[in-house]
């Protein structure tokens, strides 16, 4: 283990700064690990300021899920790019299906990389295949691969993104 999900689509924010929480993001600090969260690109105002307070590296899913019909114009997922300067958050490029219909997703993703290249730079960019596609039968892992290969052509920055990036985020690298 190299890290805790918050999973909080369609759930409320908990008191992540009640003393549990400190504790718990305390002890996942000592540990070196990261939380991940996922939840809507409009609510990430309400929980980065928090998260980047305990010191632990925070990850972003799913390209930060903003709204479909907004993509990159979505304020939160433009609040995501601007949190490249803490050098405390990274961004999974992942699930772009889960952000929008499946013919738009690649287009979008296409777009939304590209931001997050320009704010994050390929040294705080994962991706993930995001399987087994829960809820989205219709998806393949070859097909999301291929989405990445489009968003990024160079093969030196994919490298990054696939293999140095999440060597050193989760660890394996030691």
């Given amino acids: 283990m190299c890290g805790i999900r918050l999973n909080l689509m369609g759930r409320p924010t908990p008191e992540?700064?009640?003393?549990?929480?400190?504790?718990?993001?305390?002890?996942?600090?000592?540990?070196?690990?990261?939380?991940?969260?996922?939840?809507?690109?409009?609510?990430?105002?309400?929980?980065?300021p928090i998260l980047l307070r305990t010191d632990c590296a925070i990850v972003v899913d799913h390209f930060g899920r903003?709204?479909?019909?907004?993509?990159?114009?979505?304020?939160?997922?433009?609040?995501?790019?601007?949190?490249?300067?803490?050098?405390?958050?990274?961004?999974?490029?992942?699930g772009a299906y889960r952000n929008w219909a499946p013919r738009q997703a690649a287009a979008q993703g296409l777009e939304a990389t590209r931001r997050l290249l320009d704010a994050y730079t390929p040294e705080r960019l994962v991706w993930g295949s995001d399987w087994p596609h829960t809820e989205h039968p219709d998806i393949a892992y070859a097909g999301t691969r291929r989405w990445l290969d489009d968003w990024i052509d160079d093969p030196v920055v994919r490298r990054v993104v696939l293999v140095d990036t999440p060597a050193r985020l989760f660890h394996m690298d030691r």
């Fill in 16 to 48: 992540l700064d009640s003393l549990p929480w400190r504790a718990l993001f305390a002890r996942i600090a000592a540990l070196g690990w990261h939380v991940e969260v996922h939840l809507p690109a409009a609510r990430l105002p309400e929980i980065l």
């Fill in 66 to 94: 903003p709204a479909p019909a907004l993509g990159v114009a979505d304020p939160g997922f433009q609040y995501l790019v601007e949190q490249s300067v803490t050098g405390h958050v990274w961004v999974k490029l992942s």
